[in-house]
Structure formats: C-alpha cells, structure tokens
C-alpha cells in the first residue's frame, strides 16, 4: 500500500470516527435506544482499528518514532486522552452532566489531534498564531 492511499485512509476513518462519535453522543444524550443497537457498539471499534493501524503503517514507512518526535508524541497523548474522555462520555460517565463534559472533553481532544497533525506541533492550532 503507498503512502499516500494510507494517509488518505488514516484521514477518512478519522473523518468517519469523529462524525460516529458526535452520531453517538447525539444519542447518549437524548437517551436513544440506537446507542445499544449493535452497529453502534462494534462499527467504532472497527473504525478506529483500521485508524490506528493505518496510523502505526505511516510511522513504518516514514521509519518515524513517537518517541523522538514531539509532535508524533503529543498526538498519542491527545488520542489517549480522547479515549478516555470518550469513554467517559458514552459508558462510564455516572451522571448525564459528568458524560457531557466528557463528550465536550473527547472532541475537544480530537480537534486537538487534528492540530497537532496539521502543524507537526504540540501548540496544535496555537502554532498558526505566530
């Protein structure tokens, strides 16, 4: 697979990610019985597989490490945080307001991502600033 077909790949689920994510916290929040269809609990987990493998496929063919590279390491920390906010806001969250602030907190990562990944910084959308 080249490089760019993968890019395009890691772009489009995320795309796709984010707008299920948005899809299901729509539901959690209006209480939707959709929201334990089983669709809704399997599809992101594909998503996001396929996400983070073409993601992992980039890293191997640009031979970059996570580790060494800031911006590559402030976009782990942020899907980290997306993840756990995530969670937070559509299954964990004990009460509807503590899983708001998780969904506000989960896309706000997300976005935060998608900085990170545009700029090559950990500023994010702060490094157009200056």
Do not use: C
């Not at 929201?35 to 809704?40: D, G, I, S, T």
């Not at 396929?50 to 640009?62: D, E, T």
């Amino acid at each position: 697979m080249t490089y760019l077909l993968t890019k395009n790949l890691h772009m489009l689920t995320a795309v796709i990610t984010i707008s299920g994510f948005i899809v299901r916290g729509f539901w959690m929040m209006t209480g939707s019985e959709k929201l334990q269809h089983r669709v809704a609990r399997v599809a992101p987990h594909i998503v996001d597989t396929i996400l983070l493998v073409s993601g992992v496929a980039m890293l191997v063919m640009l031979s970059l490490n996570p580790f060494t590279e800031a911006w590559l390491l402030a976009k782990l920390i942020g899907l980290l945080a997306y993840i756990g906010l995530g969670t937070v806001a559509i299954r964990r969250g004990p009460t509807l307001q503590i899983r708001l602030l998780g969904f506000v907190g989960a896309v706000s990562a997300f976005a935060y991502i998608v900085g990170v990944a545009l700029s090559k910084s950990p500023a994010s959308w702060l490094a157009y600033l200056s």
